[in-house]
């Protein structure tokens, strides 16, 4: 019998006409582990949500079709008995931690479900020795780090004992190496204790190819689905962007094997091409800048508060028509740098200038905003109007400018006309952040700096803001970005950043950073490490290396 | 930076009690502070209350609360001295003031309000005793046997709280950004800025409760009825440190029953020291209030102590 049963599931969310599912049929078995991806919006949160029951009981809505576990309708079992079998662990950990301290947030499920105290004592004994988590028994919620309060969730939802674990964009907030430890937990509960996964992911970089099936949605509808071989041919045939790197410069070199690893695309590209002359991209000279840099910083330390050096003794310069991706673990201090850079936090040592000016000296802050616009990591925190123009407007009102078909120029430029009249809150994540974008660059700044931009968009979302960003620097403006996507750093980027512990550990051309670092690297980089060195994405890849002989392709 | 005024895991001895032996502790201490308004009463509650805020690790933190304290009473000392008539040695003949009359100030009103003061006095460093002493987790855990739907909003808002103030800094960051000057413009401008802040945050929270209740109904809550996680054991230092609260607060009873413990400012002041057993039962209420803290000097200097507790 299998796990899940789904025949015929449509399903509208209050107040839509549309639905968010439609026609889905499908089949679950036990101890898979399954990956569903597919863009924002395709309904990948939606059918996890069916499978933890939160769909209609806790939403309501309209729900057609039928969805069977273990051979029972799931609208016949009882709350209690859906959560003692699935668990559900989401994006942001913030928001579904209840407890304070950590040994409590763990109990309160336990709690929920009624069981004996020594029971509990056991659970809880049990999943804080597993997942490491027995030193911080009474530590405060609010002071886990980013990766701890996932753990802390997933610790949470483990605890219950559910025979299905789903996992709803459980790393999009973690840095890459915090996201692969994750991921590694994840795999040792599918592998040793046999727990069904149901992991839905935009990074397929991270997670293609531990899952056993993968299902692609779009739409609401099932698009295709396999084994992550066989989803890898299909996508690479199609074009389709939802497949790892790897798998996508396989595909488009016109293979009919296409691997989904690292290791297995390193041994094919040993067989397959020949080994390039090497480091094609990191002979490329650097950008030698003559004229005045756009922001300048000299010896800049900051501390918080509580004592903690968030920025210690950084030294840097940024230039019209650069895009600088700043990369780092959680806490390494991007962002109190990004803030610093935007005259929202002043050094404590050290000076910052902005086009030779210093803030409240010869730059106006008036003046400093005007000319740096800033995007902090939450789109949310800007979006307050009745309307994505008037979002715009705002800004626009705020620095004294008028608008002379600017608002027209920045919606068409991030394609957001369709959205000139509607709520900016009842938009969807990727189109949150756009009007947030939007908001900033209305104003037309020499330096735009981004929080996490890229955070919860899809491949397609992410390729089009990257274009967008591109498209700015060409115009004379210098944009300064943190992310933990490596993949689109070395896409977009013509500088990166590195940062740990509050200092700049690394700066340099892009090629030239993630080509030396090992896990700031992108797929394709670990791939063509010692065989072409210097080559970070697909496209670069399919322009330098060569077959090894001609009647070894195996297609095109 | 307010992070040192609130409960921080230190693995010390008081932190280890029971939480309700904690609190029953802090609650006899608070309890005294209210009723006894005699000044040594009071200063040696404070000595007492001082001491398990040293054993804490916290006297940097109290010392904000010192100063806070000794600037109310300051403030009490001036007002009850120039308001209060009571008292018949007048130390100051001020001028004569229009519907009040002459402006008289006593010894005794001026030690009235030196007592409150040092009562205030008492009531803070209590309050600081009880963020260092006691997390807040574990009242919430207590108060959760008998109200357990309290103690989770309660709970929810201790957690919301600083993430709140939190997105608070976030968004007034974000908005500077866009061009806001909150220092600009007349009160009326810059409280229609504060009202855009207060706005986002509310439009954020609210998306982000439904979230909270989204994760929160996954887990099972409200599926039926619940059961009880005990997380703290009942130790021999427990059982020492509640009876000796609850024989403190007996002894202090029977005396103000017999009233020990108050003194008379008015209309002359008494005698500070008046017969021994007042200072008997002193010695005796500071004595038994002492228990957790000769314990912590035990547990933290004496492996024998620290195997038996």
């Given at each position: 019998m299998p796990l899940y049963q789904i025949k015929n599931l449509t399903y509208f969310y209050p107040?839509?006409?549309?639905?968010?599912?439609?026609d889905i049929d499908m089949i679950i078995e036990e101890g898979e582990f399954l990956l569903i991806a597919g863009g924002s919006g395709s309904g990948k949160s939606s059918l996890a949500r069916v499978l933890a029951g939160?769909?209609?009981?806790?939403?309501?809505g309209r729900i057609g079709g039928s969805v069977f576990f273990r051979g029972k309708d799931?609208?016949?079992?009882d709350k209690r008995s859906i959560a003692r079998e699935v668990g559900i662990v989401f994006q942001d950990p913030e928001k579904q931690l209840i407890m304070t301290s950590v040994e409590a947030e763990i109990a309160f499920g336990l709690e929920n479900l009624g069981l004996p105290r020594q029971e509990m004592a056991r659970r809880i004994a049990e999943v804080m020795s597993f997942l490491g988590l027995a030193e911080l028994?009474?530590?405060?919620?609010?002071?886990?780090s980013g990766g701890q309060k996932q753990k802390l969730a997933l610790a949470a939802v483990l605890a219950m004992q559910p025979s299905v674990l789903i996992l709803d964009e459980?790393?999009?907030?973690?840095d890459p190496v915090a996201a692969e430890d994750f991921l590694n937990l994840v795999k040792r509960l599918n592998e040793d204790i046999g727990m069904t996964v149901i992991l839905i992911e935009q990074?397929?970089?991270?997670?293609f190819h531990i899952a056993d099936r993968i299902v692609l949605m779009e739409g609401g509808r099932i698009r295709f689905e396999g084994t992550p071989e066989q989803v890898a041919r299909w996508a690479a045939q199609c074009g389709?962007?939802?497949?790892?790197p790897v798998a996508r410069f396989f595909g488009k070199a016109g293979l009919n094997t296409i691997p989904v690893t690292v290791k297995e695309g390193r041994r094919m590209l040993r067989e397959k091409f020949k080994p390039s002359s090497g480091d094609f991209y990191l002979k490329h000279p650097g950008v030698v800048h003559e004229e005045e840099p756009l922001l300048r910083m000299e010896r800049v330390w900051f501390a918080y508060p509580d004592g903690?050096?968030?920025?210690?003794d950084i030294n840097l310069q940024f230039f019209a028509g650069e895009l600088v991706a700043v990369l780092g673990a959680?806490?390494?201090g991007k962002s109190t740098l990004l803030k610093t850079m935007a005259g929202l936090l002043k050094p404590g040592r050290g000076r910052v200038m902005l086009m030779g000016g210093e803030p409240g000296s010869s730059v106006s802050r008036k003046a400093w905003n005007s000319c740096v616009g800033y995007l902090s990591q939450?789109?949310?925190?800007?979006l307050f109007q009745d309307t994505v123009e008037e979002e715009l407007l705002y800004t626009l009102k705020n620095f004294g400018i008028s608008p002379n078909g600017v608002v027209d120029e920045i919606m068409d430029k991030l394609s957001l006309q369709d959205f000139r009249?509607?709520?900016?809150?009842?938009?969807?994540c990727g189109e949150r952040q756009k009007v947030a974008l939007a908001s900033v660059m209305v104003t037309r700044p020499k330096l735009l700096l981004l929080d996490?931009?890229?955070?919860?968009?899809?491949y397609r979302q992410k390729a089009e803001m990257g274009k967008v960003l591109l498209d700015y620097c060409r115009q004379g403006a210098s944009v300064v970005l943190t992310t933990h996507d490596v993949e689109f750093a070395a896409e977009y980027a013509s500088r990166v950043i590195m940062m740990f512990c509050g200092r700049i550990v690394c700066d340099g051309p892009t090629h030239q950073v993630l080509s030396e670092s090992i896990f700031y690297s992108t797929q394709i980089g670990r791939m063509c490490r010692?065989?072409?060195?210097?080559i970070l994405t697909p496209e670069e890849a399919l322009a330098v290396l060569k077959p090894a002989s001609p009647g070894k392709r195996e297609r095109k | 930076m307010l992070d040192r005024f609130f409960y921080r895991e230190k693995g010390l001895f008081l932190q280890s009690l029971h939480p309700l032996s904690a609190l029953t502790y802090i609650a006899v201490l608070l309890v005294l502070a209210l009723v006894f308004n005699h000044p040594l009463y009071l200063l040696g509650l404070l000595a007492v209350t001082v001491t398990a805020i040293k054993a804490l690790d916290g006297i940097d933190a109290w010392k904000t609360f010192l100063r806070v304290s000794l600037g109310a009473a300051f403030v009490i000392v001036i007002v009850n001295a120039i308001t209060?008539?009571?008292?018949?040695?007048?130390?100051w003949h001020g001028p004569y003031i229009p519907v009040f009359g002459r402006l008289n100030v006593s010894l005794e009103a001026v030690c009235y309000g030196a007592d409150m003061g040092l009562r205030l006095l008492d009531i803070m460093s209590i309050f600081c005793l009880y963020n260092f002493m006691i997390h807040p987790d574990r009242i919430l855990d207590l108060l959760s046997r008998f109200s357990f739907k309290s103690a989770l909003v309660l709970s929810l808002a201790a957690r919301m709280f600083p993430t709140m103030v939190s997105r608070l800094d976030s968004i007034k960051e974000v908005q500077a950004a866009r061009g806001?000057?909150?220092?600009?413009?007349t009160l009326k401008e810059k409280m229609g800025k504060y009202v855009v802040l207060m706005k986002i945050l509310l439009l954020t929270s609210m998306e982000d409760s439904m979230e909270t209740a989204e994760a929160m109904y996954a887990r099972a809550?409200?599926?039926g009825k619940r059961s009880h996680y005990v997380r703290d054991a009942w130790r021999p230092r427990d059982s020492v440190c509640l009876t000796a609260s609850l024989l403190a607060m007996g002894v202090a009873m029977y005396g103000w029953t017999k009233g020990l413990g108050t003194f008379s400012f008015y209309p002359r002041l008494a005698y500070l020291?008046?017969?021994l057993t007042g200072i008997v039962l002193l010695f005796a209420v500071i004595f038994l209030l002492s228990f957790p803290l000769i314990l912590s000097w035990g547990w933290h200097n004496c492996p024998f102590i620290k195997s038996k507790i």
């Open positions: 107040n839509s006409r549309k639905p968010a599912l439609k939160l769909i209609p009981g806790f939403y309501g799931i609208k016949q079992l028994k009474r530590e405060f919620t609010v002071k886990l459980p790393t999009s907030q973690l990074r397929l970089e991270r997670c389709e962007p939802f497949i790892p903690r050096e968030a920025l210690q959680n806490g390494a939450n789109p949310s925190d800007y009249h509607a709520n900016p809150r009842d938009l969807s996490e931009p890229t955070r919860g968009l899809d010692g065989f072409a060195d210097g | 209060v008539r009571a008292g018949e040695t007048i130390i806001v000057d909150f220092n600009a413009g809550f409200g599926s020291i008046d017969g």
